[in-house]
């Protein structure tokens, strides 16, 4: 019978969720980085064109449906149990040796 390592669930699950933070972090920082470093060349800008838009789109629309947050659980749950496969094969590997 396998038994469970609670500490390494525990590493597993902050890992994964450290993880997930770091990624929306850095999408955030780069959405930052190239909103401050855009600079428009209004000179050409209207050169081309013929329509002016009345409205601006700004960003995505998400719809948080039930498959979107089951999708993204899952992912959640199978990096978390990848994690802690490899750290309990690492941790029975250094035993034997």
Known sequence: MMRINKRLCVESLLV?????????????????LLTASYKPDLSVAYSSSTNLQSQVAFGAVVQW??????????GFILFAAAYYGVRSGLQHWRKRT
């Open 16 to 32: 994964t969720m450290f993880m997930t933070l770091g990624i929306i972090g850095w999408n955030i920082a780069q959405g930052m």
């Open 65 to 74: 449906d039930f498959a979107l947050i089951l999708f993204w659980a899952a």
